[in-house]
Structures are given as structure tokens and as C-alpha cells.
């Protein structure tokens, strides 16, 4: 788990990762307080829930895409999420201890992110209706909550191991995250919360004192992805699996472990379970 000198850790990227997800939470809070608050304006004039999600989803999924193709999320790589660093991991194109580095510079982003959101916005953003943007399960229950989310995250990794590997469509695979990021929070939102992200939940939950079947979304968006992973192995093999930025530039860690691991023999293919 440790560095060696041939393996540098990247406190840059960590500093990043943290920053990028601070800003993903900050975001998210502020537009909910714009539109799911009930003293809003936007709330009054978008009585409909389904319209106020579809427009959420849209300013979210712009939020992602703007990260994304931002400087600093070019230099990271953007991804924000415990389960995307896991997956990239299993496929042998990050280092261990970038991983971690990562993962838990992510878990420090989402409660910064949600702790500045209070207090830039206060007690509003403690209303239930908004409720710090909390992932909780549906009317449905936790059981549905825990399929949802383990469907959205396989869809999302699988796309971005399509599009990543696709000459033609790999630079807009932050485009299409964006996307899907716009049409689960419009639609399936309702049966979980619409997380997809540990490291989001806990965010939230820490400042909310919240922790209602965080379970959930600690257990099903990592097996949604290491599944929809594994099926892509099976399926395109290792030849072209992305490097593990959702929008390539250089410097990256990912492009040198894996020509680290070439030049020292090592195999960093996945292989399969």
C-alpha cells in the first residue's frame, strides 16, 4: 500500500478529487434549495415534482460535465466517486495507493462541500424538504433502493468503458455522464435518492446526522460497477480499456501506472473472477 520511488503519490490529483466533489455537493445544495425548498420562487412556479426533478437533473448533469472538462478535472481525471477509483483498480489502471489517496480525498469532498453549503446558506438548507440533500430509499423501501442503485452504476461504468475505449466517441464520455446523470435524477430518483456515489451520501449524511440505509449506498453502486466491469472484460477483453479519466490530458497517473507496470513485467490486465 505504500509508495515506492518509482511510484510517486500525487497529492495534486487528491487535492483535486476533493475539491471537484466539494463543488459537485455545493452545487447540489444550492439548486435544491432553489428548487425543492418550499419558500423558493422556483418552487412556486414548478409545482410539478417531475418538472423540478428534470430541471435538478439538468443543472446537476451540466455541474458534472463542467467538472469534468474543467482544468482541474482534467488533471484528475474527474472522478469524484469511491466506486469508479475501486473499478479502475480492479482493472489495473491506477496504483493502490493513488486509490486510496483518491477515495479518501472523495470522502473529505463530499462533507466539505455539504458543510460549506450550510454555511453559506444556513438554516434553509436544513428544511426537510431539502434536508442537505440526504440519499434516502424511497416509498419502495431499501430493497428496491439497492437495486436502482445497483443498475444505474453498472449503466454508467458501462458506458464509460464503451465510450472510453471508442476513438471516436471517447471524448464525450463526460457528455454522456452528464446525461445520464440528468435522466436518473428525473426518473429514478424517486427509488433511491439517486446517489450512485458513497462518498456523495456520506457527504450529506454526516452533516445531516442522517445515516438511514446508508448501507444502500455503500454496498450497491461499487457492485453495480466491479459487475458491469467484470461483464466487459468478459466481453472486449483488456486491449482497450480506458485509462481512467473521463476526459484524457496529460500529466496522468493512470497512462503512467499502467506504462510502469509494462516496463517492470507486470501484469495489469484484469483478469476474471
Keep these: 500500500m505504500f509508495a515506492s520511488a518509482k511510484a510517486p503519490l500525487h497529492w495534486r490529483e487528491y487535492m483535486i478529487e476533493a475539491g471537484a466533489l466539494a463543488t459537485f455537493m455545493l452545487s447540489a445544495c444550492a439548486v435544491s434549495l432553489l428548487l425543492d425548498y418550499p ?3 422556483a418552487h412556486a412556479a414548478l409545482p410539478d415534482p417531475l418538472a423540478r426533478r428534470a430541471l435538478t437533473g439538468v443543472l446537476m448533469g451540466l455541474t458534472l460535465i463542467l467538472i469534468v472538462h474543467s482544468p482541474w478535472g482534467r488533471r484528475s481525471g474527474a472522478q469524484m466517486n469511491p466506486a469508479v477509483t475501486l473499478t479502475f483498480l480492479r482493472l489495473g489502471r ?20 455539504v458543510l460549506l453549503a450550510r454555511r453559506l446558506f444556513g438554516v434553509p438548507l436544513g428544511h ?16 428496491v433502493a439497492l437495486i436502482s442503485e445497483l443498475a444505474i452504476s453498472a449503466l454508467l461504468m458501462t458506458m464509460v468503458l464503451e465510450t472510453g475505449r471508442s476513438p471516436r466517441w471517447k471524448r464525450f464520455t463526460g457528455v454522456f455522464a452528464g446525461a445520464l446523470i440528468a435522466l ?3 426518473f429514478e430518483a424517486p ?25 444502500v449506498y455503500l454496498v450497491a453502486p461499487l457492485a453495480g460497477m466491479l459487475l458491469a466491469a467484470e461483464l466487459f472484460v468478459r466481453r472486449r477483453g483488456t486491449v482497450d480499456l480506458p485509462c ?7 500529466p496522468c497517473l493512470f497512462c503512467d501506472h499502467v506504462a510502469r507496470g509494462r516496463s517492470d513485467g507486470t501484469i495489469l490486465a484484469a483478469r476474471t473472477l
Design 184 to 186: 436518473y435524477i428525473t
Design 39 to 41: 419558500d423558493s420562487p
Design 128 to 143: 426537510p424538504a431539502v434536508h442537505y440533500v440526504a440519499t434516502r430509499p424511497g416509498m419502495a423501501g431499501a430493497v
Design 191 to 215: 427509488l433511491s435518492g439517486m446517489s450512485m456515489n458513497a462518498a456523495r451520501t456520506v457527504g450529506s449524511a454526516v452533516v445531516a446526522e442522517d445515516w438511514t440505509a446508508v448501507w
Design 94 to 113: 491506477i496504483a493502490r495507493h493513488d486509490a486510496l489517496g483518491y477515495v479518501l480525498a472523495q470522502f473529505c469532498g463530499g462533507v466539505l462541500g
Design 244 to 250: 481512467g479519466k473521463f476526459a484524457h490530458a496529460e
